[in-house]
């Protein structure tokens, strides 16, 4: 390991990993760094003067294999945006992600994975991740290199843009790096309406209740949030009129994704956010006012960390309304029918004038024998 003095700027080298290896780096408690794969360029370099992290990479031809990058950043978030994302070439900065964290709400800890842009990375350069002035927050990142692959997507709201190792799979707005944009309103589709609950950032201490009002002959429904900060044997217990329905399931996790990171009294949780359903039956629902509640059942040993709910929402499938087919009409005898008004008379051929004009006798040409 050296340390620059002048910029107090960290360089270490390990040996080299395979292609498709990642680059996993972690801050706290202390520094430890995996092998360099293939695809990077050389060691990684720490700044502490100016709170940054820049990893090299090489072009995509080097690494034909490799076609992008994600990287995934693990941080505590104190509400001021978290840590930045750039790409360095030449001495020139490409903004990626101005803010990877919350803006006005402290949620702790965060984890925010990013798509990098092939536009920037295909001919090499350096990944920086930027915490100047709050670099104690930043706890540890991963780049994995990926693959592209062809994908169908039902529907066109969506955009799958990066699948993980357990098949989740994340949406383009996720990825981005672009900051969030919240829910705005109820949507309907068909017999399916997706009823808006909360949008916002909002804490959940022990329970939160939303009123759903319903009218028309509810199928079922589901409804789904993201949740951050929930111990992996924590519950959210969903009750519809006081009555408990069920707990929210959550998608599984490899356990070797970098989200996943060991909580300061040893236990297991993974940082950032984490979306979540629930079906619920028909039967459950009441028409008019339907009082529906979250609640927060912690589990054994965990130090009640702080937790948070966004894009809470509830999707209803409706009976599609009763076929009325049209009024029968009376059809009308079109059939091609000829009446005559009289039945014609027999012709009278002695009455036709000749065709041929009458001559004498006398006048007719001769025949030839």
């Known amino acids: ?184 309103g109820d949507i309907r589709a068909g017999t399916i309406v997706e009823a808006e609950l909360s949008s916002a950032v909002e804490p959940l201490q022990s329970v939160i209740e939303f009123v759903t009002p319903v009218e028309g002959n509810v199928e079922g429904a589901t409804i789904h949030l993201e949740a951050l900060g929930l111990d992996l044997e924590a519950e959210l217990q969903v009750s519809i009129n006081s009555k408990i329905i069920g707990q929210i399931s959550f998608p599984a996790f490899a356990l070797d994704d970098p989200s996943l990171v060991t909580d300061w009294n040893g236990r297991l949780i993974v940082a950032g956010w984490r979306k979540g359903a629930l079906f619920i039956p028909a039967r459950h629902f009441i028409q008019g006012e339907n009082i529906l509640s979250i609640s927060l059942k912690r589990s054994e040993g965990e130090t009640g960390r702080d937790i948070f709910l966004r894009n809470t929402s509830l999707h209803l499938r409706f009976t599609p309304p009763a076929f009325t087919p049209l009024p029968e009409q009376k059809i009308e005898n079109r059939s091609a029918e000829f009446h005559l008004k009289e039945t014609p008379q027999a012709v009278d051929f002695q009455s036709l004038d000749p065709i041929i004009p009458h001559m004498p006798d006398d006048q007719l040409p001769a025949l030839q024998p």
């Open 1 to 184: 390991m050296g340390i620059c003095a002048r910029s107090q700027a960290m360089e270490i080298s390990i040996p080299a990993g395979g292609t498709f290896d990642p680059f996993l780096l972690a801050l706290k408690p202390s520094i430890q760094m995996s092998p360099l794969p293939a695809w990077m360029e050389g060691p990684a370099a720490i700044d502490l003067e100016f709170g940054t992290v820049e990893i090299p990479i090489a072009p995509l031809w080097r690494e034909p294999a490799v076609e992008m990058y994600a990287v995934t950043v693990v941080f505590n978030d104190n509400g001021d945006g978290g840590p930045s994302l750039n790409w360095k070439k030449g001495g020139e900065l490409s903004a990626i992600s101005y803010s990877m964290g919350e803006v006005g709400n402290a949620v702790g800890l965060n984890s925010r994975t990013i798509l990098l842009p092939q536009v920037l990375t295909k001919d090499g350069g350096s990944l920086q991740i930027s915490c100047e002035g709050s670099f104690d927050t930043l706890l540890s990142l991963a780049v994995r290199p990926a693959r592209q692959d062809q994908t169908a997507v039902l529907g066109a709201r969506r955009t799958a843009a990066l699948i993980d190792d357990s098949f989740q799979v994340f949406d383009d707005r996720e990825v981005s790096g672009s900051q969030r944009v919240p829910m705005a």
